[in-house]
């Protein structure tokens, strides 16, 4: 959803930047479409680094979720 992306993105980046490094996986935020609620990322790399990413961003989104 378009209003987890501020929580994946993280200040200043640091949160997709620790994902990236920490996974080294590539992690792309794609620009909001304002006809959708959600907003789309692709991740690349090899696909235990991709799993790691998504399983990173899914903790992430579970986190922002039950602060809000």
Same mark, same amino acid.
């Given at each position: ?26 992690? +792309?935020?794609?620009?909001? +479409? ?35």
């Amino acid at each position: 959803p378009g209003e987890m992306v501020g929580a994946i993105i993280g200040r200043q980046g640091t949160t997709i930047r620790r994902i990236i490094k920490e996974t080294r996986a590539r992690v +792309d935020v794609h620009r909001k +479409d304002s006809s959708r609620s959600e907003q789309a990322l692709t991740i690349f790399g090899k696909p235990e680094n991709c799993s790691a990413a998504c399983r990173r961003i899914l903790l992430v989104m579970q986190e922002e979720a039950r602060n809000n």
